[in-house]
């Protein structure tokens, strides 16, 4: 019999109902993200003709995450998580087929914002719903199902992608709509609503607690998350997910193909080792892989600033792969420890502020740099980020899970 709180055990139906819709729905939704995470960049580029657009856009989609998330969490703890998930996957299915008619840049940023927004609300409402069928003994483990499940798609969307541009890049944004589309029945008709009790008791019109509650920002725990967060957004989005295409095509001179390849084998190591993090972390606690995660990462972003060829930027990317296959888990089960579970919405929607507001605000620093000075300035800058975050959660991040677990609510 679990010593865990009743409050803070999974639903065992809602956990049935709706694991193998989440999971199956993640698959399917990360396939179109993944081709379009590579053509997103690369089209960008071409119908602007200028590689700071690139990162430009990265920004804009940032800001839409940015400005959907916490809005999204304060409405998933009032009108449930369901209704938000299916809003935010009819914004995304709609502007990418609108996607395929554009031809400048200024079209393209507008839908893309718009496409943006209903990502937010998808990955914010979702995050709450994994949240609710999990706790703090299995929760690194469901968190790294739903990475395996993301990373299947995103190891087969850029090579569907880097096919489909062989024959027109537009192709991409179809495929995305398609699989959001697809997405879009799998939630209607597999996933169950999950809101808890306790939340719909907190918003209630009568209940004195409706309002937003600040205090729980208010801890080290929560300073520490906010730090790394804005570094692994950084490197993800800023970074990996913007620039490092271009830098690819325009420095190393690798094809369209050939960068596909790059972001598979990402994606491949990612997925070898989420399900063995989501256990070591369930076991042991989340810092125990957070920290050398963020350290090797710091490493990785170094070294793809003074790796001049393909093949040295396939080594690069090989470590990539497996340190945001720690971090990435890590991280998001530290972020659903902490969340109090009457206010999981809004915990995890300003918590996904911090998560866009590194992906807002690096494609214009670091595009800035990479344009004005290079790309070892811009990259060695996220690189000494990330090392400096890894040091700051060693220090002040208290642990939340496995068997030396702290009360974190300091």
Do not use: C
């Amino acid at each position: 019999m679990s010593n865990l709180p009743k409050s803070n055990k999974p639903d065992a139906k809602l956990y049935k109902n709706s694991t193998t819709g989440i999971f199956a729905s993640y698959f399917v939704w990360s396939l179109g993200t993944g081709a379009q995470s590579l053509a997103r960049p690369l089209f960008a580029f071409l119908v602007s003709g200028q590689i700071f657009f690139a990162p430009l856009l990265a920004s804009t989609n940032a800001l839409a995450r940015t400005i959907a998330g916490p809005i999204t969490g304060f409405l998933t703890d009032r009108i449930g998580r369901k209704p938000m998930v299916i809003i935010g996957t009819v914004l995304r299915a709609g502007s990418s087929f609108i996607e395929i008619f554009v031809d400048s840049f200024l079209q393209f940023a507008i839908l893309e914002f718009i496409g943006q927004l209903g990502v937010s609300m998808w990955v914010t409402s979702s995050s709450v719903l994994i949240a609710d069928v999990s706790n703090e003994n299995n929760r690194g483990r469901m968190v790294a199902s739903r990475t395996m499940s993301m990373r299947v798609g995103m190891i087969l969307g850029p090579i569907i992608a880097g096919a489909l541009a062989t024959i027109d890049l537009r192709y991409v944004f179809a495929f995305n709509g398609i699989t959001k589309s697809i997405t879009l029945l799998m939630v209607i008709l597999m996933i169950s609503e999950t809101r808890p009790e306790s939340a719909r008791q907190r918003t209630a019109k009568d209940s004195p607690r409706r309002g937003i509650d600040f205090s729980f920002f208010k801890t080290r725990a929560f300073f520490a998350l906010t730090v790394v967060t804005f570094g692994l957004s950084m490197m993800s989005q800023g970074v990996f997910m913007s620039i490092f295409p271009v830098h690819l095509q325009e420095i190393i001179g690798a094809t369209e193909n050939q960068i596909g390849i790059i972001v598979t084998l990402s994606g491949a190591l990612t997925l070898a080792v989420a399900f063995p993090n989501g256990i070591f972390i369930d076991r042991f606690g989340r810092k125990k892989s957070l920290v050398p995660g963020l350290l090797m990462l710091g490493i990785v972003a170094i070294g793809m600033a003074y790796s001049n060829t393909y093949f040295a930027m396939l080594f690069v990317v090989g470590f990539y792969g497996i340190a945001e296959g720690t971090v990435m888990g890590s991280s998001q089960a530290y972020a659903m420890d902490l969340a109090p579970e009457d206010r999981r919405g809004e915990f995890l929607g300003v918590w996904a502020i911090f998560q866009n507001s590194g992906a807002l605000l690096a494609p214009l620093l670091i595009g800035a740099i990479y344009a004005i000075w290079g790309p070892k300035e811009a990259f060695t800058l996220v690189g000494a980020w990330l090392l400096i975050s890894a040091v700051l959660m060693a220090a002040f991040g208290p642990e939340t899970g496995g068997k030396n677990k702290k009360n974190y609510d300091e």
